[in-house]
């Protein structure tokens, strides 16, 4: 018997126009109903879930920016933070600047970025959130800063040239993926989707075995793995395909809430 429901947003839960189907939502709301909580686990930031949140009202808990934070959504009060620690951020945004790389910085539900360029924007679209460009010293901008995710953002070839130089940097000593062929994502070793739902299930007293979980690509690859009963969608990466329970309906058909529907409603 499930208990609750732990889905990501972009390639998974939402369609391709980055909405919400009435009929899931229709479906998370029955699955409420009967006793099985829906939690969103994503890597976007908070502010950047603004415009979906009527539409989940239902929904107690957010985990967000692959596992950094936890956000109470009926207080609205972030409960759970894993920032990137001091020195290695501090790594990270110098390989950037010698670089000139493009990198999203997020501190304390902002969205701050080193260059006004077509990845700003490309990112905006794809998100909704726009970064705010940084004037000056980068380094000197994030002194003291404790920032809960730093994204390198490039074409698919550095993106991945990028990738390895940073995990020869630091080896496991932080979380390295990509949830998308241009990024480079980078957090806490512990800001991770299946370490913050472990966490969560430990707030709610459930058992990984009353869990399932719905993703699509590499940064949901840890908790398709390490948790409860894994989903990934049919338009998902082939390595989050592997890492699964089983395949399921796409994204623009509704995975998640059909697959709610077959596993919990007419069970």
């Known amino acids: 018997m499930f208990k609750l429901i732990a889905s990501d947003l972009d390639g998974t839960l939402l369609d391709s126009n ?29 502010g950047s879930m603004e415009y ?13 920016i692959m596992g950094a934070e936890i956000y109470d959504n009926f207080s609205k009060e972030r409960i759970y933070f894993r920032p990137l620690e001091d020195e ?6 110098k390989y950037g600047v010698e670089n000139n790389v493009h990198m999203n910085l997020y501190i304390d539900n902002v969205l701050y970025t080193n260059f006004d360029d077509e990845y700003r924007h490309w990112y905006h679209k794809e998100t909704t959130s726009l970064g705010i460009v940084i004037e000056g010293d980068v380094l000197e901008f994030v002194k003291n800063k404790k920032l809960s995710k ?3 953002i490039s074409e698919p070839d550095n993106a991945k040239h990028h990738f390895e130089n940073i995990q020869k940097m630091f080896g496991e000593s932080i979380n390295i993926c990509a949830s998308h062929p241009r990024y480079v994502e980078m957090s ?15 707030m709610l007293n459930i058992k990984k075995e009353e869990l399932i979980v719905f993703g699509d690509s590499g940064n949901d690859i840890s908790m398709l793995t390490n948790t409860g009963y894994s989903c990934c ?11 699964s329970d089983l395949v399921v309906e796409s994204n623009d058909d509704d995975g998640v809430a059909r697959t709610v529907e077959r596993l919990i409603l007419n069970r």
């Open 18 to 46: 980055k909405e919400i189907s009435d009929y899931s939502i229709s479906v998370l709301k029955k699955a409420q109903e009967m006793g099985v909580d829906f939690a969103v686990c994503t890597g976007r930031m908070y």
């Open 52 to 64: 979906l949140m009527p539409k989940l009202t239902f929904s107690r808990y957010s985990i967000n």
């Open 88 to 93: 290695h951020m501090q790594k990270i945004v």
């Open 150 to 152: 730093i994204v390198f």
């Open 188 to 202: 806490h070793i512990d800001a991770q989707k299946d370490k913050t739902l472990l966490v969560l299930l430990d």
């Open 233 to 243: 969608v049919a338009n998902g990466w082939d390595e989050a395909k592997k890492a």
